[in-house]
């Protein structure tokens, strides 16, 4: 080994030449109006002739309708295809990949970061179709983590949720544009026009009252702002085209409320259903003490995400139940298809890809990408940022020496591997102190220092306090 290299680096064994992994396998080119579809010459049924003259005897043709998907599975099972790669093209992938599996083909959804780097390769629908196959047939290709049907339902509940919470925030801002355009001034009163304050006397100015201290009344015992205060800023002008546009926001408003206690109430119905893996566990206490989230559920979420997981997530530092619901319904409770909590954090996004050659190391970035678990978990670290824990005093560490951002992404992994362990092997989490953890790396720091010093010939000795 090079004494250039710090360590020893993992190699490949020269004589293990690349096989072929996958005998019976097909490729599939995703598109919205047709598939195309790659099958091995040698299984392709003899006396079998192409409708299309002009494509290959491997290659076949299909539309996208139900029909047409059904003719693509009944095909594969006469070339017997055991194994279909796909890329994952928009939401083109999911008709055809739900109805594979459903009829037992084991169905590879790819990145297709992992079929496109071949330098001067023709490109056509065709020979992508025919690369596919031809990379999956030799295990090339890796199959992208997907969770369970019942997770997947639950996921598609969380994401609608998500999407309605977007829509409503839009006419929140409509609101507020309204009403400023009327000079009236409830948003430097009240932190949130649509909270119980101001919800209140909104909705009264579209009921036709303008006294503005009818409209204070409304004020709540906590509010900052006096009721005086209040009825100062609500002496506006009240043109009929603005009180129009303040009542169809309200309306809208409302509509998208309603729609996301329907939907929360699919999402419990679907955790209802899930297995209960608490084994009767008892719900631990919760460490923290808190005000509601603006966007929490409104049913027990923090009891049912420990039933059907088991662990309950929100022990650790930085996860709420939103939190800890986005987490569960996108990766699910069973976590084996990552082998390592490395493989995870890799899977998330959240640790740098070194980029290097000749021992130099030239990118370190994380990688890019749109995960919601991710994005979630970034959310939860920066919430760490002035914490009396151990995650908040690791977070003010990094901070101090790589910024905010490099932060955020190191909390997030610690956050994610704490997850993981929850997950994978159940263990129950014990939180530690700041003034542990700063005990612990001050004890690092010690030990480090001494073998330095000892490796240029001195001995580190604590300086003693004279009397």
Same mark, same amino acid.
């Given at each position: 080994?090079?004494? $250039?290299? #710090?360590?020893?680096? $993992?190699?490949?064994?020269?004589?293990?030449?690349?096989a072929l992994t996958h005998a019976h396998a097909a490729g599939v080119d995703i598109h919205a109006a047709m598939h195309m579809v790659s099958v091995p010459v040698e299984d392709v049924p003899k006396g079998f002739v192409n409708a299309?003259?002009?494509?290959?005897?491997?290659?076949?043709?299909?539309?996208?309708?139900t029909g047409e998907l059904e003719a693509l599975a009944a095909w594969l099972k006469d070339c017997h295809v055991e194994t279909v790669a796909m890329e994952s093209t928009g939401v083109?992938?999911?008709?055809?990949?739900?109805?594979?599996?459903?009829?037992?083909?084991?169905?590879?959804?790819?990145?297709?970061?992992?079929?496109k780097q071949a330098p001067g390769r023709p490109?056509?629908?065709?020979?992508?179709?025919?690369?596919?196959?031809?990379?999956h047939s !030799? #295990?090339?290709?890796?199959? %992208?983590?997907?969770?369970?049907?019942?997770?997947?339902?639950?996921?598609?509940?969380?994401?609608? $949720?998500?999407?309605?919470?977007? !829509?409503?925030?839009?006419?929140?801002?409509?609101l507020q544009k309204t009403l400023e355009e009327m000079n009236v001034k409830l948003t430097e009163v009240v932190s949130d026009i649509v909270g119980q304050t101001g919800m209140k006397i909104i909705q009264d100015i579209v009921r036709g009252v303008r006294d503005p201290l009818k409209l204070a009344k409304h004020r709540h015992p906590s509010c900052k702002a006096s009721e005086a205060e209040i009825a100062s800023a609500l002496c506006g002008t009240w043109r009929e085209e603005?009180?129009?546009?303040?009542?169809?926001?309200?309306?809208? !408003?409302?509509?998208?409320?309603?729609?996301?206690? *329907?939907?929360?109430?699919?999402?419990?119905?679907?955790?209802?259903?899930?297995?209960?893996?608490?084994?009767?566990?008892?719900?631990?206490?919760?460490?923290?003490?808190r005000k509601p989230e603006k966007n929490e559920v409104r049913f027990g979420a923090r009891e049912l995400l420990f039933k059907v997981s088991g662990v309950?997530?929100?022990?650790?530092?930085?996860? %709420?139940?939103?939190?800890?619901?986005?987490?569960?319904? /996108?990766? #699910?409770?069973?976590?084996?298809?990552?082998?390592? /909590?490395?493989?995870?954090?890799?899977?998330?996004?959240?640790?740098?890809?070194?980029?290097? %050659? +000749?021992?130099?190391i030239f990118k370190r970035r994380t990688r890019r990408g749109a995960n919601r678990v991710a994005r979630a978990l970034r959310m939860g670290a920066q919430g760490c940022h002035g914490a009396k824990n151990a995650l908040g005093a690791f977070y003010r560490r990094i901070q101090s020496r790589g910024g905010g951002g490099k932060a955020i992404v190191a909390t997030a992994r610690k956050i994610a591997e704490r997850v993981y362990r929850m997950l994978k092997y159940?263990? *129950? !989490?014990?939180?530690?102190?700041? *003034? +542990?953890?700063? %005990?612990a790396y001050r004890l690092r720091q010690e030990k480090a220092l001494a073998k330095k010093a000892a490796s240029l010939g001195y001995k580190l000795v604590p300086e003693t306090m004279s009397s």
């Open positions: 080994m090079s004494p $250039r290299f #710090g360590k020893k680096f $993992r190699t490949s064994n020269p004589s293990q030449d690349i299309d003259d002009k494509l290959p005897l491997g290659v076949r043709k299909f539309g996208t309708t083109y992938w999911i008709p055809l990949y739900d109805l594979l599996a459903s009829q037992g083909f084991e169905v590879y959804l790819v990145d297709p970061r992992q079929t490109k056509s629908d065709v020979l992508d179709c025919q690369w596919i196959r031809r990379l !030799y #295990g090339l290709l890796t199959a %992208s983590f997907r969770p369970t049907d019942e997770i997947v339902k639950w996921r598609g509940f969380q994401r609608q $949720r998500e999407m309605l919470i977007r !829509y409503a925030a839009q006419h929140v801002q409509h603005h009180l129009f546009v303040l009542k169809q926001d309200l309306k809208l !408003y409302e509509f998208y409320q309603k729609q996301l206690r *329907e939907c929360e109430t699919q999402i419990e119905a679907c955790l209802r259903q899930m297995q209960d893996k608490s084994q009767g566990a008892m719900l631990p206490p919760n460490p923290r003490k309950d997530l929100t022990q650790i530092e930085g996860i %709420s139940e939103t939190t800890a619901l986005v987490i569960l319904s /996108e990766i #699910g409770t069973d976590l084996s298809a990552f082998a390592h /909590e490395k493989n995870f954090v890799s899977w998330l996004g959240l640790c740098p890809q070194h980029r290097g %050659s +000749a021992g130099k159940g263990q *129950e !989490y014990v939180r530690q102190s700041q *003034e +542990a953890y700063e %005990s």
